[in-house]
């Protein structure tokens, strides 16, 4: 399994990104695909994660209302879109894969994709 993330930036407090995760080697019916992030100093965290198979969605509590994560069966990509961004979203991001639903560490994740650094001033 390949995942490769992109679409981090800079922007403004109260913004909007978009982060993209390219995912290929197999087929992902059966897989959960995640986001996390890592903010200088602090441990990888959850932040959103969707069920291939029938787009089931978990979310940590601190961007629930903000954040929605997506998938495209077609190509296959999964999307996070974030928005009314805060200086405290600033962090890595990337994008992982499991094959277990309701999870949340980063050690039950099995594939990772390079990440993505995302920067919200202030």
């Known amino acids: 399994v390949q995942l490769q993330a992109s679409g981090g930036g800079l922007v403004q407090a109260g913004g909007s990104l978009r982060l993209s995760c390219a995912a290929s080697?197999?087929?992902?019916?059966?897989?959960?695909m995640g986001w996390f992030r890592q903010a200088p100093g602090k441990e990888r965290e959850f932040v959103a994660a969707?069920?291939?198979?029938?787009?089931?969605?978990d979310y940590a509590e601190s961007v629930k209302v903000r954040f929605t994560i997506s998938r495209d069966n077609t190509k296959p990509m999964v999307y996070l879109q974030m928005n009314s961004l805060k200086p405290e979203d600033t962090a890595v991001y990337y994008c992982a894969a499991t094959t277990s639903w309701g999870v949340r560490r980063s050690g039950e994740y099995n594939y990772w994709g390079q990440g993505t650094q995302v920067t919200v001033s202030s």
């Open positions: 080697g197999r087929t992902f019916s059966s897989y959960v």
């Open positions: 969707i069920r291939w198979s029938d787009g089931s969605r």
